[in-house]
Nanobody, 126 residues
Framework: QVQLVESGGGLVQAGGSLRLSCAASGRAFSGYVMGWFRQAPGKEREFVARIGWSAGTTYYADSVKGRLTISKDNAKNTVYLQMNSLKPEDTAVYYC???????????????????WGQGTQVTVSS
């Protein structure tokens, strides 16, 4: 059974940085796509970034390009989201997600993913 556990959230001032981690377990993730989504209070869950586990290809939401970077560590079965130049509008619960697939598509819809973590809170103060 696939399990995803996020960590690394917290409170940071605008302009600061955080690195989120998603520890994945339960199977080998070769042939999977791993994604990060976020949900702010009163808003829909939105796509942030995704990475193909095998090829490492990435895709980002326009709103985060150049500031957030998704990466993975195969040996640790962990996906990261490095968040730089944070803004108050980045405040949200951040979720890790996984689904079988090869990263030829955007995989930017919530319905594209089969497995989800519980989320980690990121708060950016102005």
């Amino acid at each position: 059974q696939v399990q995803l556990v996020e960590s690394g959230g917290g409170l940071v001032q605008a302009g600061g940085s955080l690195r989120l981690s998603c520890a994945a377990s339960g199977r080998a993730f070769s042939g999977y796509v791993m994604g990060w989504f976020r949900q702010a209070p009163g808003k829909e869950r939105e796509f942030v970034a995704r990475i193909g586990w095998s090829a490492g290809t990435t895709y980002y939401a326009d709103s985060v390009k150049g500031r957030l970077t998704i990466s993975k560590d195969n040996a640790k079965n962990t996906v990261y989201l490095q968040m730089n130049s944070l803004k108050p509008e980045d405040t949200a619960v951040y979720y890790c997600a996984a689904t079988p697939g090869y990263s030829r598509g955007s995989y930017s819809k919530r319905s594209d993913y089969d497995y989800w973590g519980q989320g980690t809170q990121v708060t950016v103060s102005s």
